[in-house]
């Protein structure tokens, strides 16, 4: 069992920039792949970034590339997201997720542990 905790949502005006983290305990973080997803009102849930157990490869979604960066500190326990240039359209719940295979996905099925999410909103 992972137990994920999120923080570091807010309240932010677009181009500004947040820092979310997302630390873990329970078993090893080192073996699990962790996601970052988020939920907007009325939308399903949807694939933000990604990174494998050493940081090395990470993997975003159009959306974001360019602006997010996703790293860890397997030290510390802890996935960061680092969002820049936010616009409206980023607000949302954001979630951070584990994923005990060693295959880089977007699809929240192939999450097995879940945060409770923290929420992001973007004003114009």
């Known amino acids: 069992q992972v137990q994920l905790v999120e923080s570091g949502g807010g309240l932010v005006q677009a181009g500004g920039s947040l820092r979310l983290s997302c630390a873990a305990s329970?078993?090893?973080?080192?073996?699990?792949?962790m996601g970052w997803f988020r939920q907007a009102p009325g939308k399903e849930r949807e694939f933000v970034a990604t990174i494998s157990w050493t940081g090395f490869n990470t993997y975003y979604a159009d959306s974001v590339k360019g602006r997010f960066t996703v790293s860890r500190d397997n030290a510390k326990n802890t996935v960061y997201l680092q969002m820049n240039s936010l616009k409206p359209e980023d607000t949302a719940v954001y979630y951070c997720a584990a994923d005990r295979s060693s295959v880089i996905s977007e699809r929240v099925d192939s999450y097995d542990y879940w945060g409770q999410g923290t929420q992001v909103t973007v004003s114009s």
């Open positions: 329970g078993r090893t973080f080192s073996n699990y792949f």
